[in-house]
């Protein structure tokens, strides 16, 4: 029971936080143009050609696309909750690891060289590897990234909000395009999948190069343990004006 009032808590604390967020947008993009505008009257800042100017500008002019936007309170967790869920990346390349680990195996058992040898052999070779990675890559993005989806908005109060403007979510307070959540979600999918598709090419090619799959399948595994490590060291690492270090 307590903890059941701990949760309602704290979802009353997040609920009041958003409203909040909601009532404010307005009068905050209206701060940052008029900011903006502002600005440009300094002579410190409106030299044409320089970058401070030119950046002014470009603020004052994203920002006047979503100056008539209208926030509705609404339910928004679903999407917030897929958009921040970055694990279903790992998991995709994770997939696609065990792929093109199985794919390299002719190398293993010489059916490669046989290949290769043959007229036009190394053209086919590339083109139909290249192809079998990119169907498989879409095909397994396609797959993770539409369950999780799902999921998330089943959990999140469903699919009726995915019309209203994504900035309804307070992490996409400063996106400047006046986009619906659903149409966010289907840009975020098609721009992940060629991502994935291209590093799973990266690591075809490293495969290739290195010649043995054992020995790039530990340097791969190697690069992105440092990569998670630098990752981790530079996000969880606290703040030096941090007063509670």
């Not at 030119?54 to 696309?65: M, P, V």
């Not at 490590?229 to 969880?236: E, H």
Request: glycine content about 4%.
């Amino acid at each position: 029971r307590v903890r059941r009032q701990r949760q309602m808590c704290i979802r009353d604390r997040e609920n009041a936080a958003h409203t909040a967020y909601i009532e404010e947008y307005p009068d905050e993009v209206s701060a940052i143009t008029d900011n903006a505008e502002k600005l440009k009257k300094y002579s410190i800042f409106n030299k044409a050609g320089s970058f401070s100017y030119a950046n002014i500008l470009q603020t004052a002019k994203d920002f006047e696309r979503v100056k008539d936007v209208v926030l509705p309170d609404d339910e928004y967790k679903g999407v917030q909750a897929h958009t921040a869920y970055y694990y279903q990346y790992f998991f995709t390349m994770i997939v696609m690891m065990f792929v093109i680990y199985d794919m390299f195996a002719q190398r293993d058992n010489g059916m490669w060289s046989i290949t290769y040898s043959c007229a036009n052999g190394r053209a086919l070779y590339a083109v139909k590897q290249t192809g079998v990675l990119a169907v498989a890559g879409a095909f397994t993005h396609t797959l993770i990234y539409w369950s999780t989806f799902i999921a998330a908005m089943l959990q999140g109060g469903g699919f009726k909000d995915l019309g209203n403007p994504i900035q309804t979510i307070k992490a996409f307070g400063k996106f400047t395009y006046p986009w619906s959540k659903i149409k966010y979600v289907v840009v975020l999918y098609l721009v992940s999948m060629l991502c994935i598709i291209a590093l799973c090419i990266i690591i075809w090619a490293v495969f290739v190069i290195f010649r043995n799959r054992v020995y790039a399948l530990v340097t791969m595994l190697i690069f992105a343990a440092v990569e998670q490590f630098i990752y981790c060291l530079l996000y969880t690492s606290p703040s030096p004006r941090d007063p509670k270090t």
